[in-house]
């Protein structure tokens, strides 16, 4: 150094040293503390162009790169970090942070002025005191970082836990992909499941775009990268538009990503994939660990959210149980007992208008009687259960007979019953069959009841109709056996 405060130039140079010592001290965030040190090496040596490659701590790779406005944001890839190189055309010094190498700093393109022959020992000599004082500014700025980066993974995975068990909107799974996109500041988040062929498919997707684009995409069996995840185990690619393992048609827009497994209980839920876009900066060690960490929490919180919601289910089925035995034992009952007194009362009864209109009244408790058993059956079927067919509400009708009378009833169908029928027809045959049901419900010593269907039962005109059977083998009153119930009408 003794050279330098002789040189003219070196007072300059000692006060431009300083400057940058507290310039590149002075901050806590590490992007500005990098760029102020590369910016403070190019006015301390006089050099056009300055960059500086920052390492991996965990596997030493190249993750970032911070260079000054003019200049492209890359080293060589062949180039040894760790060694010093001194051209009149190129200075690059190590920087170690705590006895680890964090990167390395390099400068090009320093013209011909007071110090002619580009860089100079003296230039070499500043960039290295430069780069010790560095090192300790930089180790604090990457442990505030870190901490910072912990803390955000951290409140997001209570964010998702939390999201999921208090059952805001939303999808569960795309809930976890949002927000695991945002952390990861990844291009796209997205949820795998496995596929019943024995692959993997996106089934929730969150991105800046169209999600639609993503979701639907699958993993093929007997692609490379299909067994690790099915297995639970974590991948991590560079470069997904030229890793051999992919073989999706989307993985050409994206470069890093991290594929993580939903694992809680010994249980895969799925693979949460965050893929950055094409030339992004790799993911770090750093990264894997706590995007892993990220991804368990998630899964244990899936986990939580489904038991949580399947006791909710269970506790409104329960309800409804009790609703429907309250109908079933009390309702029901009564009614039966009110048409039991109408119909002895219109037995006893010489009046015609007063028989006809208890006969009317038995009637009306009759079909009421058949439509609370009904609510009732309903009420002891899930919500997701409701039948959407017409074939389906044919079954549930007969299930719901089923119920009280116990046993099944049989029940057949001919014809394009679901296309055939309109739906006015469809809602007077349901009306016409719960009416044929409860009669027979109703009679001493049954044991059988046969229900048919046909849509192809002309009428007599020879219009296209459909036709409903009801025929069981109870007995009326008086020991006559019980005549089958038919309603024939036009399609």
Do not use: C
Not at 68 to 84: I, N, R, S, Y
Not at 208 to 217: C, R, Y
Not at 228 to 233: A, D, H, N, R, V
């Amino acid at each position: 150094m003794a050279e330098a405060v002789r040189d003219p130039g070196a007072p300059f140079g000692l006060s431009v040293l300083l400057e940058a010592a507290l310039n590149v001290g002075s901050e806590l965030e590490l992007r500005p503390t990098l760029q102020h040190l590369v910016d403070s090496a190019v006015a301390l040596t006089g050099a056009r162009h300055g960059v500086l490659g920052v390492l991996d701590p965990g596997h030493g790779g190249l993750v970032e790169a911070v260079a000054t406005e003019d200049t492209h944001p890359a080293l060589p890839p062949d180039e040894d970090p760790g060694k010093v190189l001194h051209t009149p055309d190129l200075l690059a010094v190590p920087i170690h942070v705590r006895r680890t190498l964090f990167g390395r700093l390099r400068l090009t393109g320093k013209p011909p002025g007071e110090r002619p022959g580009g860089f100079t020992d003296d230039d070499l000599d500043l960039v290295r005191i430069l780069a010790t004082q560095a090192g300790i500014a930089l180790g604090n700025a990457r442990l505030y970082e870190t901490t910072r980066q912990r803390e955000r993974w951290i409140e997001g995975a209570a964010a998702v836990t939390t999201a999921l068990l208090t059952g805001r909107p939303g999808s569960a799974l795309t809930t976890v992909a949002e927000r695991a996109r945002l952390l990861a500041d990844a291009a796209a988040g997205v949820v795998l499941q496995p596929t019943e062929a024995g692959g993997m498919e996106i089934v929730a997707a969150a991105t800046t775009d169209d999600p639609g684009t993503l979701i639907g995409t699958r993993i093929l069996p007997g692609s490379p990268v299909l067994a690790q995840l099915l297995t639970g185990e974590p991948v991590f690619i560079e470069d997904s538009a030229t890793d051999p393992r992919m073989t999706t048609e989307v993985r050409s827009r994206f470069g890093p990503s991290m594929m993580l497994p939903l694992q809680a209980d010994g249980r895969l839920i799925g693979t949460l994939a965050l893929p950055r876009g094409r030339g992004s900066r790799p993911y770090t060690s750093l990264d894997h660990l706590l995007a892993t960490q990220f991804a368990t929490q998630a899964a244990l919180a899936l986990v939580l959210a489904e038991a949580q919601a399947g006791r909710e289910r269970l506790a409104v089925f329960e309800d409804r149980d009790r609703i429907a035995r309250d109908l079933h034992d009390l309702v029901v009952q009564r009614l039966f007992a009110t048409g039991m007194m109408l119909e002895s009362t219109r037995r006893r009864t010489d009046e015609t208008d007063v028989r006809e209109t208890l006969a009317g009244a038995v009637d009306e408790l009759e079909s009421t009687i058949q439509e609370v058993r009904t609510t009732i059956f309903a009420l002891q079927q899930p919500p997701a259960d409701a039948p959407t067919t017409f074939r389906g509400k044919v079954l549930r009708e007969t299930a719901g007979a089923a119920a009280l009378l116990g046993f099944t009833p049989s029940v057949h169908f001919t014809g394009p019953v679901e296309t055939a029928l309109g739906d006015p027809v469809k809602t007077r045959l349901l009306a016409h069959l719960r009416k044929a049901l409860a009669t027979a419900s109703r009679r001493p010593a049954i044991s059988r009841i046969d229900i048919t269907i046909d849509a192809r039962a002309p009428l007599p005109d020879g219009r296209p109709g459909v036709r409903l059977t009801v025929t069981d083998d109870g007995t009326r009153q008086g020991g006559e056996a019980a005549a089958p119930t038919m309603w024939h009408t036009p399609l």
